[in-house]
């Protein structure tokens, strides 16, 4: 799948990046930084960064630069950098358009029943990224998983992300990561979304980013096939989710430890 495959060290892959694509200059340093720090710690990096953003809580909130704008963002961290990258799709209509640009196709998690946005994703012939519904176990994600590989596609990954817990707060059972991974595919624990407290008076979605750590390292424990990190140079300012993402400074001391968490389970 992609140059994950390539993995001598036996590690754990990343998908990391800012939440949206805010900007050329800022896209570029944060690729930058994160490859250096995975190249040292030999992790399999994507770069991910949405290139437009359709789930937002409020009509005012931002939703990005432009797609198109955004999607060449995307290509050209591919090409400057030679890492594989990642961003959602919200539509059948869409998968034909990123794919020109991006390496995976990332099916958002209230999006992961469109059986016409799986097939759209599918017959792309990229990796096909589907996210866990906050409202669905990990048992019924085989289906969605299925969808894609009977439109022609076997290349799948699976990111739990959090299961709705209340109005608002998500909890992460950590049970489906090895039950999730019967079903054949990789499968990643989204660690910045699972931390989201949605739903906020606000209309703001708030986050406990101080639990990021303990999240990455339960995943690791328990065996997940990769990590998906959301990362900003300073998440007070971030256009999306700042309140639950990773402040780009702290990046390296995790993974660190977490590589460290991976050779002991191993």
């Given at each position: 799948m992609i140059e994950l495959k390539n993995n001598p060290a036996g590690n754990f892959f990343l998908l990391a990046g800012p939440c949206v694509i805010e900007g050329e200059e800022m896209a570029m340093?944060?690729?930058e930084r994160v490859i250096g720090i995975t190249e040292r710690l030999q992790i399999p990096y994507v770069f991910k960064g949405s290139?437009?953003?359709?789930?937002?809580?409020?009509?005012?909130?931002?939703?990005?630069?432009?797609d198109e704008q955004a999607l060449k963002i995307l290509k050209k961290v591919h090409d400057t950098f030679g890492v594989p990258t990642v961003t959602d799709i919200h539509t059948a209509e869409e998968a034909e358009m990123a794919a020109a640009y991006v390496d995976i196709l990332q099916i958002p998690a209230f999006l992961c029943r469109q059986t016409d946005l799986l097939v759209a994703a599918a017959q792309t012939d990229k990796v096909v990224n589907?996210?866990?519904?906050?409202?669905?176990?990990?048992?019924?994600?085989?289906?969605?998983?299925?969808?894609?590989?009977?439109?022609?596609?076997?290349?799948?990954?699976?990111?739990e992300r959090?299961?709705?817990?209340?109005?608002?707060d998500l909890i992460v059972d950590y049970r489906g990561?090895?039950?999730?991974?019967?079903?054949?595919?990789?499968?990643?624990?989204?660690?910045?979304?699972?931390?989201?407290q949605p739903n906020q008076t606000s209309g703001v979605t708030g986050g406990m980013p101080q639990l990021i750590e303990t999240v990455a390292k339960a995943g690791i424990a328990v065996g997940a096939d990769g990590l998906f990190i959301e990362t900003h140079e300073n998440p007070a300012i971030a256009k999306s989710?700042?309140?639950?993402?990773?402040?780009?400074?702290?990046?390296?001391?995790?993974?660190?430890?977490?590589?460290?968490?991976?050779q002991a389970v191993k």
């Open positions: 340093r944060i690729a290139y437009r953003k359709a789930n937002r809580s409020r009509l005012d909130s931002f939703t990005g630069i432009g589907i996210k866990k519904g906050q409202f669905l176990s990990p048992q019924a994600m085989r289906f969605a998983a299925d969808k894609v590989v009977e439109a022609g596609n076997k290349q799948v990954m699976i990111t959090g299961t709705t817990f209340g109005y608002q990561i090895p039950e999730m991974q019967t079903f054949g595919f990789p499968v990643i624990l989204d660690v910045t979304h699972s931390l989201q989710d700042g309140a639950n993402m990773l402040k780009l400074d702290l990046l390296e001391e995790l993974l660190t430890k977490l590589v460290r968490i991976r």
